[in-house]
Structures are given as C-alpha cells and as structure tokens.
C-alpha cells in the first residue's frame, strides 16, 4: 500500500440525502435506470438494455449465494426479547453448505440484541407451526465471549436451513430502517440464488430477470455462477481517518473446477456482477499466487497480502488460475472452499475484472473504495450524475455498469 501516501476517509464521502435511499424495490427488478460509465463517458440507459451496453466476448460471474433469514427472536418469561442474528457456524473454517445441513442441532456465531438480559447457564426457548407440525427450538450459549450459540429442535429431522426458514426473519441493511416483510423473502433474493448462506443480497443481481438473460444468450454473452457468502461486515463502517488502518471483514468463498476452466477461457473480458464477485474473482488471482510461492494457508487471504508482492514477482492471471486448477485436479477435488479477508483500495491493480455491474454504494464505505480503485476519481463524477439524475441508492436502489 505505500505506493498511494494518503487515503483519507474524508476523500471517499459524499452527501446522501435519506430520500435517496431506496426503502422497497421497484414492482419490476430490471426497470431500474443504469448508469453507464464507459471510458470516462457517462450515460444513462435502463437495466433492461443491459445487454446490449456488454463489451462483445463479455463474461458475467455471478455470485449465486442464497440470503437466510438469520435474525431470530426469543421472549423471556419476563417478556424481555433477545434477538440472535446469526453470521456463521462456528467455527467459521467449516463449509457453510454443509452447516446449513445439519440435523438436530447447530453451533452458530452472530450478533445478540439485549445481550445483557440472556444469563450465561440460561436456555432460551421458542415453539413454532411448520407444515409438518410444530417445533421447539432452544437455544444456549456455547461460546459466550465469541458470541457462540448451540441451538437445539425437535424434531431432529429438520434440518438448520429448515429451522430458520420457518422461525428466522430475512436481515434487511441497518439503513432501510425498516422491518422485513413477507416480500422481503423474495425481493431480497436474486432469482438464481442458490447456495444458502449469506446474511446480505449480493445486490448487485437483484435487478437480472429472465429476460435480461434470454438477450443475454441472444448476444452470445455467457456467463458463470460462484458462491462467496456475503457476511454482516459489508456494511461494517470505516471508522479510521486513513482507510487502510480498517479491519477488513473475512468471508467465504467457494471455487469450482468449472469457474476455474471458463476464467482461464475467458482472461481480460469478465465482468464482475457486484462488488461480492469482484472481491472473489481477485481473490483468486491471489490465492493463485500464494500456491505458486508456496505459501502457508494458500486459501485463506489477509487483506494485507495483495499489497506485499513486488510487481515483477506476481504471476500471470492465467498462471495463478491454472496453479489453483492444478491443486483441485491434483487433489482430486471438484471445488475448493476458501477465506478471503481481501481489501481493494486505490493503489491496488486490479487482476480480474474488466469491469463491474453494481449499486450505488454507502458515503465511506469498503465498496466506495473499491469502486475507486476500479475508476479512480471518477467516482465522485459517477455519484455527482446518479444524484443529480434521480437515481435510486444502496440495496434496493438502481445499477451502474462500470468500463474503466
């Protein structure tokens, strides 16, 4: 990071007025506008066209992790309300797809809301009606200075994602103020969401729809599906004045052989579709190089790591790709289930990603940043044109498709 001197937080915020922010989707996911940011040129167009903006030979690389509803609430016999929203299993290493799977019981991490009523030996229990009758779920504390949890149903049958589907609430973002709704469930979810895990959309996808796909295939514009599980730290705010003294947050992300074959196919025309994607892709590339240098924890990336390597010792795209291909095929596996902790700030060289589809993001955040990296000042050119043209921000609000 010491090739850029200064990256004040005051450099990365713009004023967003509250009624800018989208609190509910727009009845029809691709009518949103989209800003288009080509080679330092701005226009605007509608989602739907979005094909037809594609450079030609473009590959997509979507993020089809599944949003849980992850926020569960206990009432104490003294009416005292204790919220769990949970963000992994513990411990964090295991696969989240098989964590979903689990029978019986379940050991998870998150965030407790009125922690300080919730005794450390106290079982905390709720009843609720399934289709199949009803279910008592306990919970306990496993870890209480991780913020770990044990819960525990009957019928054991069930398995976690079952469990929550029936007793949890979807986690909409702090900033919508606003309680979830039974919509929620399904505005909050991207149509090709399949992987159960994440506690934030990849919001980026929310505005593709069947049709936006069929032109898709009509243009020759294929495309490709991996799995990072967005956690609750990408809303985590920065609150250091140099924005690289920010704990990044860590997520997991899984890699197939097939991802790996279609990036080596199609190196230097991918577009990353959100800010998840873009952070999975570019981890890779380091993942890649970390195998080639024989380093220790290859799958398990810092957000310092990125920033130590001389440039003339890190290996070609198409080398770190294959050196994570030849590990798979050396091994015997099919896919790879890996950490990142990557931070992309200005002065990182972006490795991947010709360009990036995505919302309009948080004044200050992470993805502020990494939108940065990716055009540099433009940015604030880019946000000046969405406020000044109407647009929708964060979540629930409208796109851009950026083409440094």
């Not at 009758?133 to 049958?157: C, K």
């Not at 433009?378 to 000044?388: G, P, S």
Request: hydrophobic letters at 35%.
């Amino acid at each position: 990071m010491s090739e850029v001197n200064e990256l004040l937080l005051s450099k990365f915020q713009y004023p967003l007025p509250d009624d800018r922010i989208a609190r509910f989707p727009l009845p029809q996911r691709d009518s949103s506008k989209l800003l288009v940011y080509k080679s330092g040129q701005i226009g605007h167009e509608r989602f739907s066209d979005l094909p037809n903006l594609l450079p030609q030979n473009s590959f997509l690389v979507f993020n089809n992790t599944k949003v849980i509803p992850a926020r569960l609430h206990f009432t104490k016999p003294t009416g005292a309300i204790i919220e769990l929203f949970l963000l992994n299993p513990f411990p964090a290493d295991q696969p989240v797809t098989s964590a979903m799977e689990t029978t019986g019981s379940a050991v998870w991490q998150g965030m407790i809301g009125n922690r300080k009523r919730w005794k450390k030996d106290e079982t905390l229990e709720t009843t609720f009606p399934t289709p199949t009758g009803d279910v008592t779920l306990t919970v306990n504390w496993h870890d209480y200075d991780q913020s770990a949890v044990r819960l525990n149903w009957q019928p054991t049958e069930l398995t976690f994602a079952q469990i929550i589907q029936y007793a949890g609430e979807i986690p909409l973002p702090p900033y919508l103020k606003r309680d979830a709704t039974e919509a929620d469930r399904e505005t909050y979810q991207t149509i090709y969401s399949k992987q159960e895990g994440a506690v934030a959309a990849p919001t980026a996808g929310l505005h593709f729809t069947p049709a936006v796909f069929e032109e898709l295939a009509k243009r020759g514009i294929n495309h490709d599906y991996l799995t990072l599980h967005v956690g609750a730290g990408t809303f985590q705010p920065i609150k250091t004045d140099d924005v690289r003294q920010h704990h990044m947050h860590t997520e997991q992300v899984v890699y197939t052989q097939g991802n790996l074959l279609n990036l080596i196919a199609h190196i230097g025309n991918v577009i990353a579709i959100g800010t998840t994607s873009m952070r999975a892709l570019e981890s890779l590339y380091w993942m890649g190089a970390k195998l080639l240098r024989n380093d220790s924890d290859p799958f398990l990336l810092d957000q310092q790591y990125a920033y130590l390597l001389p440039t003339d010792q890190q290996p070609t795209v198409g080398d770190a790709i294959n050196a994570v291909l030849d590990y798979l095929t050396t091994n015997n596996k099919e896919s790879i289930v890996a950490h990142t902790g990557i931070y992309i700030t200005p002065g990182y060289q972006v490795k991947m990603c010709k360009g990036v589809v995505t919302n309009f993001h948080q004044p200050g955040s992470t993805l502020i940043l990494l939108i940065a990296t990716l055009i540099g000042d433009d940015w604030k050119r880019v946000y000046t044109e969405a406020l000044q043209n109407n647009y929708r921000f964060l979540s629930y609000g409208d796109s851009s498709l950026l083409l440094p």
